[in-house]
T-cell receptor, first 112, second 113 residues
Framework: TQLLEQSPQFLSIQEGENLTVYCNSS?????LQWYRQEPGEGPVLLVT???GGEVKKLKRLTFQFGDARKDSSLHITAAQPGDTGLYLC????????????WGLGTSLAVNP | EAGVVQSPRYKIIEKKQPVAFWCNPISGHNTLYWYLQNLGQGPELLIR????????DSQLPKDRFSAERLKGVDSTLKIQPAELGDSAVYLC???????????FGPGTRLTVT
């Protein structure tokens, strides 16, 4: 069974701090997606990384896909209260590109 | 373009009662997903449709859960009878193709008392 482990599970920080969320697996993924979910809403896609070693930036968010395509990280610089939410990673099964494997999520709270 | 529509947004029922959730995906999206999500956790896939065919229902508790996607557009998820442990948010998502970006609805929050 493929698993995606996210860490930390919970994170509470002050506005302006930096943070990194990790998504790890022993399986290889053809691509990996990061979503953010706010309370009462469904997840919304932030980015998709496809190539091993790829780095994508979205304003203050930096996403990296591991060289072996087994892990990924999300780094937020100078976190804002608006960054509060549940961050989810989801990997596309390299052997079955039609199935997404979801992580359990990292719940982030940014305090003003 | 309208997003994924789900109804109802909230539902409170007593255990052993039936309940149904409805989802209208984004127009033109062939793939539709039903997920269950517990508070603060990631979504758990219940069933995936490609057009009207259920291609992955391995995680659907078939003794009490059923789903249909007639004509390959709207979909309904049913629970009968509901149990206390079914309390969760039920999310519907759609994508243009399996493996592509998924667009989620707001979910239906089910409370079973």
């Amino acid at each position: 069974t493929q698993l995606l482990e996210q860490s930390p599970q919970f994170l509470s920080i002050q506005e302006g701090e930096n943070l990194t969320v990790y998504c790890n697996s022993s399986s290889v993924f053809s691509s990996l997606q990061w979503y953010r979910q706010e309370p009462g809403e469904g997840p919304v896609l932030l980015v998709t990384v496809v190539t091993g070693g790829e780095v994508k930036k979205l304003k203050r968010l930096t996403f990296q896909f591991g060289d072996a395509r087994k892990d990924s990280s999300l780094h937020i610089t100078a976190a804002q209260p608006g960054d509060t939410g549940l961050y989810l990673c989801a990997g596309a099964d390299a052997g079955n590109n039609r199935k997404l494997i979801w992580g359990l999520g990292t719940s982030l709270a940014v305090n003003p | 373009e309208a997003g994924v529509v789900q109804s109802p947004r909230y539902k409170i029922i007593e255990k052993k009662q039936p309940v149904a959730f409805w989802c209208n995906p984004i127009s033109g999206h062939n793939t539709l997903y039903w997920y269950l999500q517990n508070l603060g956790q990631g979504p758990e896939l219940l069933i995936r449709y490609e057009n009207e065919e259920a291609v992955d229902d391995s995680q659907l508790p078939k003794d009490r859960f059923s789903a249909e996607r007639l004509k390959g557009v709207d979909s309904t998820l049913k629970i009968q009878p509901a149990e206390l442990g079914d309390s969760a948010v039920y999310l519907c998502a759609s994508s243009s193709d399996a493996g592509a970006e998924q667009y989620f609805g707001p979910g239906t929050r089910l409370t079973v008392t």
